[in-house]
Structure formats: structure tokens, C-alpha cells
């Protein structure tokens, strides 16, 4: 259509430049045969195809939100890369978080089955950030100066080395690590370099055992910068963010005494004898599907009268033993593959 609409400007545009006419002749000549006969044509293929496929001719969606619709509607791992590293990040930045999580869940199994798509060109595209510790771990082992002899003497080692014995010497140092973790919190202080030299070694000997950490820790350099618990639900974040909310008077009781205004709700919770005042801000992405959920404390002071009175009858009469734990910080749900969701706080 654009073609068609740009001829006679074109032709006008020449014949003012001072363009031949005999040129200008024929072009205006040709425009009155080809323009004519093209628009019957596609009138008449428009009218003799099914009308029901009228619509796939035409699209508003943009290129990014195609982008992000393919990478979620496949199953199928060199699709979803063609869709996400191997297309600009602006078109699927906002569900960064998907193919951080779909990255963190494959990686293994890829660095075993090496894929042909997953080429050195791609493996460039990944950001660093996005590779479980297992493979950071590697990468900073063997970047790591060591002489050759000394190689060479802990490979003779370990390969006459018995395989029982290993497995009790590994087992004794796990089971020391734990305790010195365990002193330290006991005591709830201690020295900084022991505590991060503690939780570098455990971190290491969870990977060890297969654990995929990268939803858990976000520390570099054996320093606990801050950690993050996290971890997959069987569900979508919809049925995530319904289970929060939802009413429950059982073992950990759940109970919405006031909502605000801007998504803000005051809720009760308690689990054994502890209980928590809290209010709670739900942001909710409509493009992702992901939900934000913001923690604050409260007291009693702060809360309108009708809440006060939902809460008296939330916490029943055997209260005066109970405990108030404060917390406060960001719960993000955002949706994962086979309808799944990654929680992370």
C-alpha cells in the first residue's frame, strides 16, 4: 500500500525537477494500468480466500511483545534462545526474570548434553549473573594460577585415593562446617572473616551435592553481600498471590483485617505462639503475570478501630502468651514454565 501511494509522488517529484517528459509521460501512463490493476487483484484475492483469515493480514502487536510471545509459547530450548539471546534485550526485558529462571533450571542439564544451539555465540549473550554458582565456582577454579607439578601430584592423589575414605572425609567436614555455622548463630556474633569463610565453604559443599543455588545466594568473593530465599511453586503466580490472601485458621492462621486504599491490605498472622502485624502492598504486572508483594510491621496504634476489632477476634482469647515477630521486605512471584512460579524474597 505504501509502494502504491509513494509512486505518484515520486513521478510529481521528478516531473518538477525539471525530469523528461517523455519519461514523465510514460510513468503517469503505467501508473494509470498498474495501480488500477493491483488494487483488483487484491480485492479479488481478498474476497475468494476465507474470510475468517482476514485478520492474519493485519496486526498492531508489536515486535517485542511477538518476541515475548514466542519465547513463552514453546516448549522446545533453541526456540526460546532464538527468542530471547539471540534477539535484542530491549524486546524481552520486561520478562527478564522468566529467562533468568529458564536459564537457572536448564543450565546442567545443558552443560551435559551440549546442544548445538547453545554455540559459543550464545553463551556470550547469557549474562554472567544468569549461571547457577556451580559453573561460576569452575570458571574462577580454573582461572586460578597453579603450578603444573602441583597438579599433577593432587591428580596422582586423588586417583589412588580410596573412594570410602573420601566419601568419610567429606562427610566429616560437612559435619564441622555445620557446626561452626551453628556456633556462630548461637552466639549471634563472631568474627566477620570466620562467618564469611563458613558460609563460602557451606555454600561450596551444598553445590557439591547438587544444590542449585542461584536463586538462594547472590554473594561473591565469599562475601555475604545479602541472600534471598526463594524457591519453585507447582502453581501460577495467580494461585499464589490467592493462596497468601486466603483465609486460614488452622496451625499458621491467615486473616485480612483491613484494606487500604492502592492494594494495601493489614493482615494477622500467627504460627505457633508468634504472631505478625503486617501490612502488605500487592504490585501486579499484567504483562508477566508476575506480582510484587511488599512486607511491612505495624502495631496497634497505627490500625483504624475497625481493624482493631477484627483483630481481637483473629487472635481469640489465649493471646498473652504469644510473641510479635517484625519482618519486612519483598516477596517477588513470577511465572516460570509448565505453569509454574519462581518465589523469591
Given at each position: 500500500?505504501?509502494t502504491?501511494?509513494?509512486?505518484?509522488?515520486t513521478i510529481?517529484?521528478y516531473e518538477?525537477?525539471?525530469?523528461k517528459?517523455?519519461?514523465v509521460?510514460?510513468?503517469?501512463?503505467?501508473?494509470?494500468?498498474?495501480?488500477?490493476?493491483t488494487?483488483?487483484?487484491?480485492?479479488?484475492?481478498?474476497?475468494?480466500?476465507?474470510?475468517?483469515?482476514?485478520h492474519?493480514?493485519?496486526s498492531?502487536?508489536?515486535?517485542k511483545?511477538?518476541?515475548?510471545?514466542?519465547?513463552?509459547e514453546?516448549?522446545?530450548?533453541a526456540t526460546k534462545?532464538?527468542?530471547?539471546?539471540?534477539r535484542?534485550?530491549?524486546?524481552?526485558k520486561?520478562v527478564?526474570?522468566?529467562?533468568?529462571?529458564?536459564v537457572v533450571?536448564?543450565?546442567?542439564?545443558w552443560?551435559?548434553?551440549?546442544?548445538?544451539w547453545?554455540?559459543?555465540?550464545?553463551?556470550?549473550?547469557?549474562?554472567?549473573?544468569?549461571?547457577p554458582?556451580?559453573?561460576?565456582?569452575?570458571?574462577?577454579s580454573?582461572?586460578?594460577?597453579?603450578s603444573?607439578?602441583?597438579g599433577?601430584?593432587?591428580?596422582?592423589?586423588?586417583a589412588?585415593?580410596n573412594?570410602?575414605?573420601?566419601?568419610?572425609?567429606?562427610k566429616?567436614?560437612?559435619?564441622?562446617?555445620?557446626?561452626?555455622?551453628?556456633?556462630?548463630?548461637?552466639k549471634?556474633?563472631?568474627?566477620?572473616?570466620?562467618?564469611?569463610?563458613t558460609?563460602?565453604?557451606?555454600?561450596?559443599?551444598l553445590?557439591?551435592?547438587?544444590?542449585n543455588?542461584?536463586l538462594?545466594?547472590?554473594?561473591?568473593?565469599?562475601?555475604?553481600?545479602?541472600?534471598?530465599?526463594?524457591?519453585?511453586a507447582h502453581?501460577?503466580?495467580k494461585e499464589v498471590?490467592?493462596?497468601?490472601?486466603?483465609?486460614?485458621s488452622?496451625?499458621?492462621?491467615?486473616?485480612?483485617?483491613?484494606n487500604?486504599k492502592?492494594?494495601?491490605?493489614?493482615?494477622?498472622?500467627?504460627a505457633?505462639?508468634?504472631e505478625?502485624?503486617?501490612r502488605?502492598?500487592v504490585?501486579?504486572?499484567?504483562?508477566?503475570s508476575?506480582?510484587?508483594?511488599?512486607?511491612?510491621?505495624?502495631?496497634?496504634?497505627?490500625?483504624?478501630?475497625?481493624?482493631?476489632?477484627?483483630?481481637?477476634?483473629?487472635?481469640?482469647n489465649?493471646?498473652?502468651?504469644?510473641?510479635?515477630a517484625?519482618?519486612r521486605?519483598?516477596?517477588?512471584?513470577?511465572p516460570?514454565?509448565?505453569?509454574?512460579?519462581?518465589?523469591?524474597?
Amino acid at each position: 500500500i505504501f509502494t502504491m501511494t509513494s509512486l505518484p509522488v515520486t513521478i510529481r517529484i521528478y516531473e518538477n525537477q525539471g525530469g523528461k517528459e517523455s519519461i514523465v509521460e510514460l510513468a503517469w501512463s503505467l501508473l494509470y494500468i498498474l495501480l488500477p490493476s493491483t488494487l483488483v487483484m487484491f480485492a479479488s484475492f481478498f474476497f475468494n480466500i476465507n474470510k475468517d483469515f482476514w485478520h492474519t493480514f493485519v496486526s498492531t502487536e508489536r515486535g517485542k511483545d511477538l518476541t515475548i510471545t514466542n519465547f513463552r509459547e514453546t516448549n522446545d530450548d533453541a526456540t526460546k534462545a532464538h527468542y530471547s539471546f539471540k534477539r535484542s534485550k530491549h524486546h524481552w526485558k520486561s520478562v527478564e526474570e522468566e529467562v533468568r529462571a529458564w536459564v537457572v533450571a536448564n543450565w546442567s542439564r545443558w552443560e551435559s548434553e551440549k546442544p548445538k544451539w547453545l554455540d559459543k555465540d550464545v553463551r556470550a549473550q547469557i549474562p554472567k549473573e544468569y549461571i547457577p554458582i556451580t559453573e561460576k565456582l569452575t570458571n574462577t577454579s580454573v582461572n586460578e594460577k597453579s603450578s603444573q607439578a602441583t597438579g599433577e601430584v593432587k591428580k596422582k592423589k586423588a586417583a589412588t585415593e580410596n573412594s570410602q575414605e573420601r566419601k568419610e572425609r567429606e562427610k566429616a567436614q560437612r559435619t564441622k562446617e555445620i557446626k561452626k555455622l551453628r556456633a556462630a548463630v548461637l552466639k549471634g556474633k563472631g568474627s566477620e572473616k570466620e562467618s564469611k569463610e563458613t558460609t563460602r565453604n557451606l555454600i561450596q559443599t551444598l553445590v557439591k551435592r547438587g544444590a542449585n543455588d542461584s536463586l538462594l545466594n547472590l554473594s561473591e568473593d565469599g562475601g555475604v553481600n545479602f541472600t534471598e530465599i526463594g524457591g519453585i511453586a507447582h502453581a501460577v503466580p495467580k494461585e499464589v498471590h490467592d493462596f497468601i490472601f486466603k483465609e486460614f485458621s488452622g496451625d499458621f492462621k491467615r486473616h485480612t483485617i483491613y484494606n487500604e486504599k492502592n492494594r494495601k491490605k493489614l493482615v494477622f498472622w500467627k504460627a505457633g505462639k508468634v504472631e505478625y502485624l503486617l501490612r502488605l502492598k500487592v504490585s501486579a504486572d499484567k504483562r508477566t503475570s508476575s506480582y510484587t508483594i511488599t512486607f511491612e510491621p505495624i502495631v496497634e496504634e497505627d490500625i483504624p478501630s475497625e481493624a482493631l476489632t477484627k483483630l481481637h477476634e483473629a487472635r481469640g482469647n489465649q493471646h498473652n502468651n504469644h510473641k510479635r515477630a517484625r519482618f519486612r521486605g519483598e516477596m517477588k512471584i513470577v511465572p516460570l514454565f509448565h505453569g509454574q512460579s519462581s518465589i523469591t524474597w
